[in-house]
Structures are given as C-alpha cells and as structure tokens.
C-alpha cells in the first residue's frame, strides 16, 4: 500500500467528526485532571475521559485550547470540565523543566497509538498466493561454501538479471492462513528472514547481507523490499458497515494474546476491511449442560463476551493484521472481532 493510500484512508474520517460529537460517551469514571505521563498515548488518555476512545477527535475539537493534541508531552495536565454542556478539556503546559533539560533532552510528543508495537509488521512478514512465493528468486548458494548464512555474509541467488531495486527482502514460507468456517486457503505467510543489497545482478546475482533476523538457509525466496511505501500514520475509527472476522493466528510467536500484540484476521481488502478500522473483541461463549432443567443434559450457549478491541494497520486481499489496542480478559484464536 502506498503512502497516497494510507493517506486516502484517514480522509472519510475527517466528515464524520461531527456525527460523532453527537454521541459522544463520556467515562463516568473519568478524572477530573490527568498528568500525562511517558508511554502514554492519546487512545490511553481519551480512554481516561471517553467510553469509546476513537471519539477523542469531538473531546479535542470541542475544547479551543488544545490547538494541536499531537503536541502535548509527558508532565503536561488535562482538565475536565463541561462547559455549556459540552465536555471540555482544558490543559496546563509542565513549567517545571528547566533550561538546562531542554536543552540537552528531546522529549517526545505524545502518539496516538503505539506505533513501536507494529513498526516491524509494517513491511514484514508478508501474505503471499502459493504462486507468488514459488515464483520468485531463491538462495541456491552461500559463498564461502557455508551451511547457513547471517548479517555481513553474501549470498547467490538465481535470476535477479534486471532488478528493480536495490534492496530485496529474503522470506521463508511460514503459517498457511485458512477461514476457519469453510477451510479455504485466504493466503500464505511470507516470513521474515534478513535483508539484502544487490552487490551484482545477474543469474546466479550476488547479494550482501544486511540485517538478519534469522540464519539464511539454501532455498529460501527473495522479494522486493517495500520499506518506503508504508507509513505510521493512523486514524483508528469504526467500519460504517457491519463486519464480522475472526482471529485466526498472532504474530511474534506470542502464545497468550494481550494488548498490544499483532493478530492475524480471516477477512481483508475484498471484505472492506480498511486500515485504521477498529473492531470489538469477542470471547466465545462456552457451551454448558443444564442439570436443572426437564430436558436430559440439555446444552445451552453462554453468550459471546466483549474481551478487548484492536485495530487493523496492514491489509491483504482476504487477510488482514491488527494490534489489540485493548484486553479486558484473556483472547483467543478463533475469537471474533465485530464492528463495534
């Protein structure tokens, strides 16, 4: 995806702030003053304020004040008042900091959202048709007459005669993606292994060794690198249509799914899953025997169960990732995320 289209994502958003303000939800829980701490995001301070934290476009807009909520930094105070009915937030620069800090310190506004959890999955790994990954360039030798390659070493590879770039990205075929409902194959892991530069194109070509996250290994395949096409621009908001996906793996060789961790969806570009959508997490509901009832070990399905919310940064045809912006209780594979 192009930074024109991760941009063109953000743009239906930015009409849809006054539908909002409309509805807006406040926490009833919130506090009347918060002390922005390091770490802290706007998502994790609009929640303070906010039952459903994409809103926080309305809570800022609404109070003049805040000219900009991207620049607002740790030790800063937020005040929460309503004025005229409408919730306002007013806002108190840190004076405390002394000439001497500032000058020998950058201190770093504030983020939407972590943007550090999904940097690396922004580019790698892939989702690729079988065809894709067979067809493309593979390692057929190490120099040095090695077993396994790593970061400084150069590596043969067949039929890169006319690149495209000067950077390709080594990948190895990992996890096969399947709809857990009809057992279609949505895709194919293309799994991060090292970065190259080309040194001499050709047949065999000759590449160098970059970073490597992973010992390289006879056989594994070569694309194109993409690191300049995407970008850390999101604008978490909710689908206008109803979309209901399931969690069908999570990346990182996590085994327990929590906030923050990136999940693999079973739906994708084809479904009108969008970058920046956010959905609600659903634990299934367990399904138990009534002893008390006349019917001999009747079943009866518990009801589906809110666990969390996440946010989809990166698309595929029939495949999407997501980063759990929120866990309230454990999350599962094959759990469903909705339109909230």
Do not use: C
Request: glycine share 6%.
């Amino acid at each position: 995806m192009t930074l024109q289209k991760t941009l063109g994502l953000l743009i239906p958003l930015l009409f849809s702030v006054n539908t909002w303000a409309d509805t807006l939800k406040i926490n009833p829980n919130h506090p009347n003053e918060y002390v922005v701490v390091k770490g802290d995001t706007l998502w994790d301070i609009s929640g303070q304020f906010l039952e459903n934290p994409w809103q926080w476009p309305s809570l800022w807009n609404n109070n003049p004040q805040i000219k900009n909520p991207h620049l607002i930094y740790p030790g800063d105070t937020l005040y929460f008042s309503i004025v005229d009915g409408k919730p306002r937030l007013s806002f108190s620069r840190n004076n405390k900091i002394s000439p001497k800090i500032r000058e020998s310190s950058i201190e770093q506004a504030i983020k939407l959202i972590p943007t550090d959890a999904i940097s690396q999955f922004l580019t790698s790994p892939r989702i690729v048709s079988e065809t894709e990954l067979e067809l493309s360039p593979y390692v057929i030798e190490i120099a040095g007459e090695h077993l396994i390659a790593g970061n400084g070493d150069r590596v043969y590879v067949r039929s890169i005669e006319n690149p495209k770039s000067l950077s390709y990205t080594i990948y190895r075929k990992g996890e096969t993606y399947i709809n857990p409902e009809t057992q279609e194959i949505l895709g194919y892991e293309a799994k991060y292994i090292a970065d190259t530069t080309i040194q001499r194109s050709g047949d065999p070509a000759t590449l160098l060794i970059t970073q490597a996250s992973h010992e390289v290994r006879k056989g594994d395949r070569l694309m194109g690198s993409n690191k300049n096409e995407l970008a850390l621009n999101f604008f978490p908001y909710p689908p206008k249509e109803t979309i209901s996906t399931h969690i069908i793996s999570v990346l990182d060789g996590v085994s327990q799914i929590g906030q923050h961790n990136i999940v693999v969806l079973d739906k994708g570009i084809v479904d009108n899953l969008k970058v920046g959508h956010i959905l609600d997490i659903y634990h299934k509901g367990r399904t138990i025997i009534d002893p008390y009832s006349g019917n001999t070990n009747e079943n009866v399905k518990l009801p589906d169960e809110i666990a969390g919310l996440l946010m989809i940064f990166r698309t595929f045809d029939r495949v999407s990732y997501a980063l759990v912006l929120e866990a309230n209780q454990a999350i599962h594979i094959l759990d469903q995320a909705k339109t909230p």
